[in-house]
């Protein structure tokens, strides 16, 4: 597999233009030609970068894990010198899925003796007003019969 093909230093030292830029972090090495133009760092610092070994630049801007995600795309291979177990490291990383536990706990809802009450007066309140009106047409209608 192309992910797998050992490159010298020297080897990625020569792939340093913008149609053809390689770079090396944390063992890998990476065809980043591709990704020049779209690189949200913008195109220059990756050019600076190109035929190098990044991984210090790299990791001091304190990329996000997407960013880190996005080295597997472009990987061509591995840094000779690096074990294959080194260069799986991120892999590992990146199957780190944030634990929610801690959401669970919004779904407690604290009991309130007041909503209880306030339905309760919700209920009888329009149900008493209703009757003293009722009661009110009963008597005046029977009053006006006789
Ligand atoms: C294949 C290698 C690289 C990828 C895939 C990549 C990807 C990204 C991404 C996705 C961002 C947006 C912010 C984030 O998600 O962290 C970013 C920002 C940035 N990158 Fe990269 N990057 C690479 C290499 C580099 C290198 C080698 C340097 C410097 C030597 C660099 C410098 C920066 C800078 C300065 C920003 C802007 C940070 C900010 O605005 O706060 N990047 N990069």
Redesign the pocket.
Known sequence: MAEHTIHTLSEVAQHKSKKDCW?V?DGRV?N?TK?VEE????EE??L??AGKD?TK??K?????K???N??L??QVGVLQGYTLKKAADIQVASTDEPKNTKEMSAFVIKDDSMPKYAALVEFFVPLLVAGSYFSYRYLTTGSSMV
């Open positions: 770079l972090i990476l980043v990704f690189h949200p760092g913008g610092v990756l600076e970068s990044v630049e790299f001091d801007i304190g990329h996000s997407a960013a880190q996005l080295l795309k472009y």
